[in-house]
T-cell receptor, first 114, second 117 residues
């Protein structure tokens, strides 16, 4: 299994541009989520999905859209990039059932908005 | 809002020493806690977890202690190795009635652990 994969690894945008961060997992996990990590801070939840066709907002959803058309993929869209969205973005997945809540994180996408 | 925080932002130890990383949480309703390790340029990696009905849980070279009275969580790493150097995060969440979380984790700030050979 490849686990959780993210593309691109690095991206530079200009203010106002749009882009989509890709996330895929091959573990048949129902739950997927997006976090952002800013310098000196822990991860903050942006959006999450408990299954195909179901998404919900996390702690910091403004400026981001998500969709979940398949179990495997959970893309994150920036509609109009702003410098405040400069961050490292992590996608994660897990099973919705089981005795532990182990989340598997992708390697991250480092985004810079100029 | 309520959040999880860490007492010490940095910790330096010698190889072979035992390390203790602390975490304070403020949401008394949280019932599931996780420690993650994040190496430079990588995503967080699960280390160990504990539910609120437990005080202690041991893994391989790691032990997590939970003190619900003072809302304190700690991670103990035995015989610390240079490969343990990383940022360590604690995270908390509230399980649903079935005991399974939807993974809406609240992360602490993180502690940088540096292990000197």
């Amino acid at each position: 299994n490849a686990g959780v994969t993210q593309t691109p690894k690095f991206q530079v945008l200009k203010t106002g541009q749009s882009m989509t961060l890709q996330c895929a997992q091959d573990m048949n996990h129902e739950y997927m989520s997006w976090y952002r990590q800013d310098p000196g801070m822990g991860l903050r939840l942006i959006h999450y999905s408990v299954g195909a066709g179901i998404t919900d907002q996390g702690e910091v959803p403004n400026g981001y859209n998500v969709s979940r058309s398949t179990t495997e993929d959970f893309p994150l869209r920036l509609l109009s990039a702003a410098p405040s969205q400069t961050s490292v973005y992590f996608c994660a997945s897990r099973r919705t059932s089981g005795p532990t809540d182990t989340q598997y994180f992708g390697p991250g996408t480092r985004l810079t908005v100029l | 809002g309520e959040s999880v925080g860490l007492h010490l932002p940095t910790l330096s130890v010698q190889e072979g020493d035992n390390s203790i990383i602390n975490c304070a949480y403020s949401n008394s309703a949280s019932d599931y806690f996780i420690w993650y390790k994040q190496e430079s340029g990588k995503g967080p990696q699960f280390i160990i977890d504990i539910r609120s009905n437990m005080d202690k849980r041991q893994g391989q070279r790691v032990t997590v202690l939970l003190n619900k009275t003072v809302k304190h969580l700690s991670l103990q790493i035995a015989a610390t190795q240079p490969g343990d150097s990383a940022v360590y995060f604690c995270a908390e969440t509230l399980s649903n009635a079935g005991g399974t979380s939807y993974g809406k984790l609240t992360f602490g700030q993180g502690t940088i652990l540096t292990v000197h050979p």
